[in-house]
C-alpha cells in the first residue's frame, strides 16, 4: 500500500507532466500496442527531485584522546526529493518518516540541517516473529558495539542514486523476557523514490511454521500493509525474509507491476558474438542486475551494449546494476553511459564498491563494484546506449576517480570515500565523519612513484601513505571538540577527467555550518586535489582551539619532516626547520600576503621500515575571503601545532584566524580555496612521463622549489573572448548564446582542467587549441571519444563538457595559449 498525501499527487501530477513533455513530437502516452519508438537518451534523463542522502542526524562516535564525552543517539537519516526517514539504529524504531515538501534541488538540499528529517512525522516500524505460538517482538538492535570490525550498523552503498544500510544484532522477546533464538537484521534500500525494508531472520534451532511480519504505521494508519514470510519450517542456518515497499511521493510510476513490460538487453561489446549478458531483475529492489566480464587490461575499456524498452503506455523507471566484481581495477574506475556513437552522454552512474575482507567472512564484504543509475523511459519507447567503464587509463592518461568505498571486511563500516589518479591504488581518502581518526582528510599518496613494493623498481602499485588533514578544527572554551554532525555527501561526479564531490554539515552546538567541495583532476604528473570550503556563523563562538583547514591531523599524522618554508607569487619569503612540540603550537598569527600564498613541508622523514618512495607536501592557498569577529580579513593566517600521534613527534599546518580574533559572531564567514600537492622527493623516485617535473626535481626535489613552481605555473591569466570565465584554476567558462567560447589562458603547469558549462546537448562539440599561430582541434582519444567528461545537470536541465589540457612548456616559461570551444 503506497504512502499518499495532497503532496504526493502533486508529486505525481508533476511527474506526468514531465514524462509527457519528455515524449517525441506527435506521440501520446495513451496510444495503442504499436511499434516502440527510438529515444536518445536526453528522453530519460533523472529529474531535479532523483537525489538520496544517508546521515547521522547526531554526528557518529567520533576518534578522539580522550575519547568522546556523552555517546549521542544513533539516528541514521535517508533523506531524497521525494521523502525522508529517520530511524534509531539502537531502538529499531522509525522516528520521523514522511513526504518532504518543497525539496530543495540536490546542491542545495545537501547544506540543510537534519531538522529536514526529523521534524516530518512520528511513524512505528513493527517487527515480529511469530513461532510455536509465541510472538517475539524486536526490542533492540545494534546491541554489541565494542567491536569495530563488525560495528551492526552497516553503510553497505551511498551515492547519489542509492542508499543502502542495514542494522544487525537486532533482539526479539516474547511477552515473558524471552529471546528469540536467530540471528536478525534490518536493510535498509532507498531510491529517490522509493524506499524497501527487509527483514531478514536466521534461526540457531530449527523452527516450525515461523512467520516474519515487517510493517509501518503513522497515526494508526498502516502505511506499508505487513510483509509475511510463513514457511512451512526454517531450518537451523536457514533464512526467512520479509520486505515492504513504500513509494512516498512517487505513485505515478509504481502502478504497474515493477519490472513488467520492462526489458533490458546486455552485450559485450568485446565479444559481440557471444550470448547476451543475462539481466537478472530483482523484485524486492526493482534493480537489473548485470555482470559483466573481467577486465585484466586497465588501459582498456569495458564495454557493453544496452537496449531497454519500456513496452507500456506510461512512462517507467528502469534501474540498473552493472556490476564488476573480479578484477584488478577496483582502487580506480568510473562508470559512464555513452550513446551509441561512443560520446559520453553525462547520465550519472552511481560508483560503491569494497575490497575489504576479513578472515571472517561477512555479508557484503569484497571483492565487489557496483555501477548504479537510472532512467525514465517514455511510453513504448526504446533506448540504445552503451555502458563504459573506464579503469587506470581515460586516453591516454590515468584517469580521476572518486567513489564510496564500502569498509565492511575492515572495520567501523561508515562512510568512506576514495580517490584515485590510475587504478593502483588510493591517492587521497575522505572519512566525512571521521570516526577512525577523528579527521576528515585521511590516506593521501603520490602518483607514478616507486611503489611499497619489496621490488624498489616496481611501478603502478600502491604508493607510501603521507596523509592526513583535516577541514573544521572548532574547540569549545572547556576543548571540547565540536565535530561536524549531520554531514551528506553529494556526488556531482565520479570523473574521469575532473571529479567533484560536496561534504556539508553543521558542527555539534549548531553554531557554524560547513561545506566542503573536493575535486582531483586528470593528470600525469602530481597527486593535485582541489578543496573549496566555506563556513558560515550562526551564532556567538567562543573558542579555544580554532582551525578552517588543516595539513597533517592531530591524530593522523604519522611522519616527521624537518623545514617548513612559505612564500607568494613573488617568490620564497621565509623556512625554518620544524621544532616538532608536542600538542601545543610552535608558531602562531603567522600572515600570508600576496596573491597566491604557498606553503612547502618538505625534508620528511620516512618510518625506518619503509620500501618505496617517500612524498613532500604543499598548499597553495588560491583564494580567500572572511569576516571574522565582525570585520573583514583581507589576508588568512597560518600556524603550525605540534602532534606526536602514536609517539611520532611532528606538526600540522593550520590556516587560522588572526591572533587578535578571540571569538565570532553571527554573519562571520570563511570561504576559501586551496590546493594541496604531493611532491617526489627524489627525481629517480618519479617514472611517469611528464618530463617538465622531471626536470624539476632534478633541480630542486626535496626543497621548497616545486611547490612554488606548482604555486606560481598554475596562477593563471584567463581573459574571455567569447562566453564568460567563471573560474580562474581550474578553469570554468560559460558559453555564450551560440553555444561557443573562445578564451586567453597565460601560465600553466601539468594538465589543466578546463570545463564549459550552459551546454544544451550532450555531444556535438569540440575544442581548439591555438598556440605562435597554430591551430590544432584537442583530440587524445586512444578507443575514440575517450578524453573528455560530459555531466548533466537535472537542476537546470543542462550539460558541462569537461577536458585536460597540458600546458607545460618549455623551462616552464609562461606562455597565453588560445581556446576555441563550439
Known amino acids: 500500500m503506497a504512502y499518499s498525501s495532497a503532496a504526493v499527487l502533486a508529486a505525481a501530477l508533476a511527474w506526468c507532466a514531465y514524462a509527457h513533455a519528455q515524449l517525441p513530437a506527435g506521440q501520446d502516452a495513451t496510444h495503442g500496442r504499436s511499434a516502440l519508438t527510438q529515444v536518445s537518451i536526453d528522453k530519460c534523463l533523472p529529474g531535479p527531485r532523483d537525489y538520496t542522502f544517508q546521515y547521522w542526524a547526531g554526528g557518529f562516535a567520533h576518534y578522539t584522546s580522550p575519547p568522546a564525552i556523552v555517546p549521542v543517539p544513533q539516528i541514521l537519516c535517508i533523506q531524497t526529493g521525494y521523502y525522508g526517514l529517520a530511524i534509531d539504529v539502537q531502538k529499531v524504531q522509525v522516528a520521523n518518516f514522511g513526504v518532504i515538501k518543497d525539496a530543495l534541488p540536490a546542491d542545495q538540499a545537501v547544506s540543510q540541517y537534519p531538522s529536514v528529517v526529523l521534524s516530518l512525522p512520528p511513524a512505528k516500524l513493527s517487527l515480529t516473529v511469530e513461532v510455536d505460538g509465541r510472538t517475539y517482538v524486536c526490542s533492540a538492535g545494534a546491541v554489541r558495539q565494542a567491536d569495530p570490525k563488525s560495528y551492526p550498523a552497516r553503510l553497505i552503498e551511498c551515492g547519489r542514486l542509492i542508499q543502502r544500510a542495514d542494522i ?224 587506470a587509463r581515460w586516453g591516454a592518461l590515468p584517469s580521476a576517480s572518486h567513489a564510496q568505498l564500502c569498509l565492511i571486511g575492515w572495520g567501523h563500516n561508515q562512510l568512506w570515500d576514495q580517490a584515485a589518479l590510475g587504478s593502483w591504488g588510493e591517492n587521497i581518502c575522505y572519512e566525512p565523519d571521521a570516526v577512525q581518526r577523528g579527521c576528515m582528510i585521511d590516506d593521501v599518496r603520490p602518483l607514478m612513484v616507486t611503489s611499497m613494493s619489496k621490488d624498489p623498481k616496481n611501478q603502478y602499485g600502491w604508493t607510501n601513505n603521507v596523509g592526513g588533514g583535516d577541514f573544521l578544527v572548532y574547540c569549545d ?151 571574522l569577529g565582525g570585520r573583514d580579513v583581507a589576508s588568512p593566517y597560518a600556524c603550525v601545532y605540534g602532534t606526536a600521534d602514536n609517539e611520532i613527534t611532528s606538526a600540522a599546518l593550520e590556516l587560522s584566524a588572526p591572533p587578535d580574533v578571540t571569538e565570532l559572531v553571527a554573519g562571520d564567514f570563511v570561504e576559501a580555496e586551496v590546493e594541496v600537492i604531493v611532491v617526489p622527493m627524489a627525481v629517480e623516485d618519479y617514472y611517469g612521463p611528464n618530463e617538465n617535473l622531471r626536470a624539476a626535481l632534478a633541480a630542486g626535489a626535496n626543497t621548497w622549489q616545486p611547490v612554488m613552481r606548482e604555486a606560481v605555473g598554475n596562477d593563471l591569466e584567463v581573459k574571455a573572448i567569447r562566453g564568460r570565465v567563471l573560474h580562474a584554476y581550474p578553469i570554468v567558462v560559460a558559453v555564450d548564446t551560440n553555444q561557443s567560447a573562445q578564451i586567453e589562458v597565460a601560465g600553466g603547469i601539468g594538465f589543466v582542467p578546463i570545463t564549459f558549462t550552459g551546454l544544451h546537448r550532450p555531444s556535438g562539440y569540440q575544442l581548439w587549441q591555438s598556440r605562435g599561430g597554430h591551430t590544432v582541434k584537442v583530440d587524445q582519444s586512444v578507443y575514440g571519444n575517450d578524453f573528455w567528461q560530459m555531466s548533466y545537470d537535472p537542476t537546470n536541465g543542462q550539460w558541462q563538457q569537461t577536458f585536460n589540457i597540458c600546458l607545460d612548456t618549455p623551462a616552464d616559461r609562461r606562455q597565453t595559449v588560445s581556446f576555441t570551444f563550439k
Not at 524486492?284 to 566480464?293: G, R, T
Not at 554532525?485 to 577527467?497: E, I, L, S
Not at 558560515?536 to 582551539?545: I, L
Not at 600564498?597 to 618538505?602: A, E, M, N, T, V
Request: some cysteine; overall charge positive.
Open 168 to 391: 544487525q544484532q537486532l533482539v526479539f522477546v516474547d511477552s515473558q523476557g524471552d529471546v528469540l533464538p536467530a540471528d536478525s537484521r534490518l536493510e535498509i534500500v532507498a531510491w529517490p523514490d522509493r524506499l524497501v525494508l527487509i527483514l531478514e531472520v536466521i534461526p540457531t534451532r530449527n523452527f516450525e511454521r515461523p512467520k516474519v511480519k515487517i510493517g509501518i504505521t503513522q497515526k494508526d494508519k498502516n502505511l506499508s500493509g505487513n510483509s509475511t514470510s510463513q514457511p512451512e519450517k526454517a531450518a537451523a542456518g536457514e533464512k526467512i525474509s520479509a520486505v515492504i515497499v513504500l513509494r512516498p511521493g512517487a505513485q505515478a510510476y509504481a502502478a504497474d507491476t515493477e519490472g513488467e513490460g520492462l526489458s533490458v538487453e546486455a552485450r559485450d561489446l568485446a565479444n559481440p558474438d557471444r550470448p547476451a549478458i543475462a539481466a537478472k531483475y530483482d523484485a524486492a529492489i526493482d534493480l537489473y542486475d548485470i555482470v559483466l566480464p573481467k577486465q585484466d587490461n586497465l588501459d582498456a575499456l569495458t564495454r557493453a551494449s544496452l537496449s531497454l524498452a519500456n513496452e507500456t503506455d506510461r512512462p517507467r523507471t528502469i534501474r540498473l546494476r552493472l556490476r564488476c566484481d573480479d578484477g584488478p581495477g577496483i582502487t580506480g574506475c568510473v562508470p559512464m553511459i555513452r550513446d551509441a556513437e561512443g560520446n559520453p552522454t553525462g547520465l550519472f552512474v552511481q560508483i560503491s564498491k569494497n575490497w575489504h575482507r576479513d578472515k571472517r567472512r561477512l555479508l557484503y564484504d569484497g571483492p565487489w563494484i557496483h555501477a548504479t543509475t537510472l532512467l525514465r523511459l517514455p511510453a513504448r519507447s526504446r533506448l540504445d546506449c552503451e555502458f563504459t567503464m573506464a579503469w
Open 477 to 627: 572554551p572547556t576543548g571540547r571538540r565540536q565535530f561536524l554532525k549531520g554531514v551528506r555527501a553529494y556526488y556531482q561526479d565520479h570523473g574521469p577527467n575532473l571529479t567533484r564531490v560536496t561534504y556539508a554539515g553543521v558542527t555539534d552546538d549548531e553554531a557554524i555550518a560547513a561545506r566542503m567541495d573536493v575535486s582531483l583532476g586528470r593528470c600525469d604528473d602530481l597527486t593535485r586535489v582541489f578543496h573549496h570550503f566555506r563556513y558560515d556563523v550562526r551564532k556567538p563562538v567562543r573558542f579555544s582551539r580554532l582551525a578552517f583547514y588543516q595539513l597533517g591531523a592531530d591524530h593522523y599524522l604519522w611522519f616527521g619532516y624537518d623545514k617548513i618554508a612559505r612564500g607568494n607569487e613573488k617568490g620564497l619569503l621565509e623556512e625554518w626547520p620544524v621544532q616538532k612540540t608536542r600538542w601545543a603550537y610552535e608558531r602562531t598569527g603567522i600572515e600570508c600576503p600576496g596573491r597566491t600564498p604557498w606553503f612547502s613541508l618538505h625534508e620528511s622523514v620516512p618510518p625506518a621500515d619503509t620500501r618505496g618512495a617517500w612524498a613532500n607536501r604543499g598548499l597553495v592557498i588560491r583564494s580567500w575571503k572572511a569576516r
